[in-house]
């Protein structure tokens, strides 16, 4: 029997050769005029599909060059804005409003909206014996990974799950929108228990609660919050909902959703998407960047050592090492993410409730100086602005909510968009996503084995 210290061995030699045997030549791919992650030279991502769900919007094509304009996000033709803007005037929480729009592809009157409330409500409590068997026995350190193995439980607690119509599609897609936020909530709690030696809180979802209200609820000893808290949330699950088609997890979604396999499998291949650090930990990485600054700053409102030591991570010289500097920057958006200032607005409420203001006073700051840094380390002038990661890793700690459920979030939020592009490849899709690579490696004469 080979010994742990073997296994070592074996291990190691196995990735040399795996390592030594799969590198690809970088100028190949300029050979071969390669799209990189789906991107074209000028950074525009490669057209690979149409969509009616959602858009992002941050520059134009004038005489075939970008032009950067103010940031724009669109949920099936409506500006955010306007859904933000109008949840807030009627008092209402609009992330229920939010996903009926995306699945549905119009504005809900009230009767419909209260309607699908209600669909919602009766859903979020798990299925006979779910909790038990599926989350309490098999509970996970990492809450993204307990969502995904709980999407895929889901399909042996549906009676149809093979059912590809639009109608069942509805169906699963209202349980898991609902659900979402219960399976983050209890996965968290089995964590608690089982690898932080902490007491555990199972609370039953109430059914009259949005979604922002129950996950508040479910994750706090106590049940309590407040009013702000909850609308603040509730925000964040709006901005977070959909990101066009071509974000990581949404082509995910399409992707498998076109080898015409069941929601579920197609679900829980975009938690999997979502859970890789480019893609849903971002806001992690801004609130650990933070942190850093915090501990080596002695004066957070001096615009001098803040800009000094942005300068020293944007150098590769503190924090990771990476010389990026998190919360700065995105792929589409240049001048403004309208996701950040709609969110760095409410921030600024909800720290003046929590006592806080000081170190929004530093994010300020570091929004204010790290755009003209990172030009002048990178030798670039591409426009650079804070995206929404950058304030919302600020928001969720405010409100007292665990690191690890940050991405748990964001996922609770995207389900709705992820639902919708799942009804769009079923309706208007029909061939199977089959991109093309290339072949670099020589043909080789088969050796047997008594010869090698």
Not at 15 to 22: K, T, V
Not at 159 to 186: H, M, V, W
Not at 241 to 250: D, F
Not at 366 to 395: L, W
């Amino acid at each position: 029997m080979s010994t742990l210290k073997d296994e070592k061995s074996i291990i190691k030699k196995l990735e040399r050769l795996a390592i030594h045997n799969d590198p690809i030549n970088p100028e190949l791919y300029v050979k071969y005029d390669v799209k990189r992650g789906l991107r074209n030279a000028n950074g525009t991502g490669v057209l690979v599909g149409l969509t009616r769900i959602g858009d992002v919007v941050g520059y134009e094509i004038k005489d075939g060059q970008k032009v950067a304009i103010p940031g724009r996000l669109i949920y099936r033709g409506y500006n955010v804005e306007d859904l933000v803007h109008d949840a807030e005037n009627q008092k209402q929480f609009g992330y229920e409003q939010c996903a009926y729009l995306l699945l549905f592809g119009e504005l809900p009157t009230q009767e419909k909206l209260d309607k699908f409330k209600e669909f919602l409500g009766e859903n979020r409590i798990l299925p006979a014996g779910f909790t038990e068997d599926m989350i309490m026995k098999a509970p996970s350190q990492d809450i993204m990974n307990k969502m995904a193995r709980s999407v895929l439980a889901s399909y042996s607690y549906d009676d149809n799950p093979e059912d590809r119509s639009i109608g069942n599609l509805i169906k699963q897609s209202i349980q898991l929108i609902a659900r979402f936020s219960t399976f983050a909530a209890y996965g968290y709690q089995a964590k608690r228990r089982y690898f932080d030696d902490k007491s555990m809180f199972i609370h039953n979802p109430k059914a009259d609660l949005s979604t922002a209200e129950s996950f508040l609820r479910l994750i706090r000893a106590d049940k309590q919050y407040t009013r702000l808290e909850a609308e603040i949330l509730d925000l964040a699950l709006i901005l977070h909902a959909e990101h066009g088609g071509g974000n990581n997890s949404s082509l995910t979604v399409h992707v498998v959703s076109s080898a015409d396999t069941d929601t579920y499998s197609a679900i829980a291949a975009a938690v999997g998407s979502l859970k890789g650090r480019r893609h849903g930990g971002a806001n992690i990485r801004v609130v650990e960047m933070m942190d850093d600054i915090k501990a080596n700053v002695k004066d957070w409102s001096s615009e001098k050592e803040v800009s000094d030591y942005i300068r020293k991570i944007a150098t590769k010289e503190a924090f990771d090492k990476s010389g990026l500097v998190y919360g700065m920057g995105h792929a589409v958006y240049t001048i403004s993410d309208p996701r950040a200032l709609l969110l760095k607005k409410k921030a600024e409420e909800l720290a003046k409730e929590k006592g806080c203001m000081e170190e929004f006073g530093l994010y300020n700051l570091i929004e204010k100086v790290a755009p003209s840094i990172i030009q002048e380390v990178h030798k670039s002038d591409k426009k650079v602005c804070p995206n929404v990661d950058f304030y919302s890793g600020f928001v969720y700690t405010m409100l007292n909510i665990p690191r690890e459920l940050f991405t748990p979030l964001f996922a609770i939020s995207r389900i709705s968009g992820w639902c919708a592009h799942r009804i769009e490849e079923l309706v208007s899709g029909g061939r199977i996503y089959r991109p093309a690579y290339k072949n670099v490696s020589k043909e080789r004469p088969y050796v047997p084995i008594k010869d090698r």
